[in-house]
T-cell receptor, first 112, second 111 residues
Framework: NAGVTQTPKFQVLKTGQSMTLQCAQDMNHNSMYWYRQDPGMGLRLIYYSASEGTTDKGEVPNGYNVSRLNKREFSLRLESAAPSQTSVYFC???????????FGSGTRLTVV | RKEVEQDPGPFNVPEGATVAFNCTYSNSASQSFFWYRQDCRKEPKLLMSVYSSGNEDGRFTAQLNRASQYISLLIRDSKLSDSATYLCVVSSSGSARQLTFGSGTQLTVLP
């Protein structure tokens, strides 16, 4: 099925460890996004990429870095994980914002 | 004040009931409006866009009131399968065209 693929689906990290969340889309969309979802907070934008080669900070970028490797792939890196980064992470893509987003199935991250 | 505010619920309704969700947004420059549905432990999925004139998709009706900065979703003849969290979504402020999500309203349809 065409869509957005995220890996891994689950991850447990120790405080201070690093990891990269991967996202790939086969919809040929320019825009890609990383959100985190916490109980009662809704989805909050971490970083986004309007096109290949560009990235910008969202609402909650601290503690994260991103790479738009090519049109298909947009990765999110935690350099030194903290318990406050325990969350569900969603990658999304869109052709145009007015069409809405398509989301990946999410990565459930626990930092202990 | 949050950019998008929703009543978190939960709404517990019997099968066949009509239920309405409301949402208010703070950015008067918002251009795009949506309702998303999110099942437990799943990703959000687009339910429907919301147009200025209001729009309907089967049992679902969405309304937009720009003057009051208010969006609504009406579900008629509720089904068990409608149980989910419904997210109100609007285009955000700033130069980048992004979407801002409400925290969601939880609906449980009871047999």
């Amino acid at each position: 099925n065409a869509g957005v693929t995220q890996t891994p689906k689950f991850q447990v990290l120790k405080t201070g460890q690093s990891m990269t969340l991967q996202c790939a889309q086969d919809m040929n969309h320019n825009s890609m996004y990383w959100y985190r979802q916490d109980p009662g907070m809704g989805l909050r934008l971490i970083y986004y990429s309007a096109s290949e080669g560009t990235t910008d900070k969202g609402e909650v970028p601290n503690g994260y870095n991103v790479s738009r490797l090519n049109k298909r792939e947009f990765s999110l890196r935690l350099e030194s994980a903290a318990p406050s980064q325990t969350s569900v992470y969603f990658c999304a893509t869109t052709l145009r914002e007015l069409y809405g987003y398509t989301f990946g199935s999410g990565t459930r991250l626990t930092v202990v | 004040r949050k950019e998008v505010e929703q009543d978190p619920g939960p709404f517990n309704v019997p099968e066949g009931a009509t239920v309405a969700f409301n949402c208010t947004y703070s950015n008067s420059a918002s251009q795009s409006f949506f309702w998303y549905r999110q099942d437990c432990r799943k990703e959000p999925k687009l339910l429907m866009s919301v147009y200025s004139s209001g729009n309907e998709d089967g049992r679902f009706t969405a309304q937009l009131n720009r003057a009051s900065q208010y969006i609504s979703l009406l579900i008629r003849d509720s089904k068990l399968s409608d149980s989910a969290t419904y997210l109100c979504v609007v285009s955000s402020s700033g130069s980048a065209r992004q979407l801002t999500f409400g925290s969601g309203t939880q609906l449980t349809v009871l047999p």
